[in-house]
């Protein structure tokens, strides 16, 4: 077998976050859409497939401000084709993020049912929930990022959950057909701007998360102010948003991959392969920093329901992540969003130490002990990190950086798969 290099525990100094209190942050923002929720107005709660913190308390948060303008609101999955496409499937993504009928206190009406409600200037038909279009009005709520697909000054918010979330699988479909031919921001925009004047949205909550994972802004928009108001949130979240802070790694490996944590599984702002694709070549050619050679993923998340996309964005991986894969779910995700690769099985073996082994060996280093390896939960979680001691006499200049651990060999169970790094890490 190949020489493992040896670890440790590494910390990034992020700012020190301020505490935010969320019920009361909601009702002072709400006052900008309560004026136009009438008493016994029903109203549709829009809520995603991502794994935001904090998630049921900002929903439940909503749904009391609702209440006290007398409406009687229920929630609605606005997650185009994620679960599977099917309610059941959504319901269950909403219920393994505390998202429940019982927790909520209102019900969930997840039909994927849908209707045209027109076409935006180019031509893309655009679709949203019956559910939805019934009710009396609809607030979504949504995180604020930067994509994973593409970049510019629209990214992942409120704006795309309209026009996916809202359209169910036929809105995501039509939206990823017309972004191979005009962009994503241009279709998603084209597109949200006909919904917003067809279907009775009131307007969106938006989250921005900072470098902890942790709720940094909770901002409410009205309908008037979303097509525009989420630039300046973006451009913040873009700021906040934690990354690798290494030139070159020869080895990436990653705990966990799922839905609930990027929607292309691992976050390509993160690892810098994109999702139509990436060169597994291992020399640099000017690309970016961080520059990765080789990536190896070991799990799915319990939250994502088996759907592995992004497995495909991996180099390796494990066959028990393979068994857990749910395909159908995976497939419909991966072709809705018109990018099979990202769905497509890397080579695969029984244990990590084998993983990792092969890993090392493919990298053409005459000392693989010495190799550049970083260790992370996933690509959200990136305050604290394992890194080879071969990367860290270069990196630790870095002031940002400050060692948490001792060095140590590399950690495997009996069953030579590698021991949890830090207690609040999955498996």
Not at 98 to 115: D, H, K, N, Y
Not at 392 to 421: H, I, Y
Request: hydrophobic share 45%; charged share 20%; net charge neutral.
């Amino acid at each position: 077998m190949n020489a493992l290099p040896r670890f440790l525990r590494i910390r990034q100094k992020f700012p020190a976050a301020a505490p935010l209190d969320i019920r009361a942050k909601l009702e002072s923002e709400f006052a900008r859409l309560l004026p136009h929720v009438r008493a016994g107005a029903r109203i549709a709660v829009g809520v995603g497939s991502r794994g935001i913190t904090n998630l049921p308390a900002i929903v439940g948060g909503v749904l009391d401000q609702l209440r006290v303008a007398g409406a009687s609101p229920f929630i609605i999955p606005a997650m185009g084709s994620h679960g599977g496409a099917t309610p059941e499937g959504q319901t269950e993504v909403l219920a393994s993020y505390g998202i429940t009928e019982e927790a909520m206190g209102v019900p969930i009406r997840a039909s994927l049912e849908v209707q045209q409600v027109g076409e935006s200037a180019d031509g893309i038909p655009v679709f949203c929930s019956v559910e939805a279009l019934s009710a009396d009005g609809i607030v979504l709520i949504n995180r604020i990022k930067p994509h994973t697909d593409f970049s510019g000054a629209l990214g992942s918010g409120l704006l795309k959950m309209s026009v996916i979330g809202l359209g169910k699988r036929a809105g995501a479909t039509a939206m990823h057909i017309a972004a191979s031919r005009i962009g994503h921001e241009r279709a998603i925009r084209g597109m949200a701007r006909v919904l917003l004047r067809a279907a009775p949205v009131l307007g969106g909550v938006a989250i921005v998360e900072n470098q902890f994972h942790d709720t940094a802004r909770l901002a409410v928009l009205d309908r008037g102010a979303m097509e525009t108001g989420e630039d300046a949130l973006l451009a913040e979240a873009r700021a906040l948003m934690p990354s690798l802070p290494f030139e070159e790694i020869d080895l990436l490996i990653v705990d966990r991959i799922g839905k609930n944590i990027s929607g292309a599984g691992m976050d390509p702002n993160v690892t810098g392969r994109g999702v139509q694709g990436y060169s597994g070549s291992l020399m640099r050619e000017g690309r970016p920093a961080p520059f990765i050679r080789r990536i190896f993923i070991r799990d799915l998340t319990p939250e994502t329901h088996g759907n592995a996309i992004g497995v495909g964005l991996a180099d390796i991986t494990t066959t028990r992540l393979v068994r857990q894969m749910d395909q159908r779910a995976t497939f419909i995700n991966a072709l809705t969003a018109m990018a099979p690769q990202t769905a497509k099985v890397p080579i695969h073996f029984e244990t990590d130490r084998e993983a990792i082994d092969m890993a090392l060996g493919s990298l053409a280093i005459p000392d693989t002990s010495a190799a550049l390896v970083v260790r992370i939960a996933d690509t959200l979680s990136l305050a604290e990190m394992e890194v080879s001691e071969g990367l860290w006499s270069t990196a630790s200049a870095n002031g940002n950086l400050k060692a948490a651990s001792e060095v140590r060999e590399m950690q495997f169970g009996a069953d030579g798969n590698l021991r949890p790094a830090l207690s609040s890490w999955g498996p």
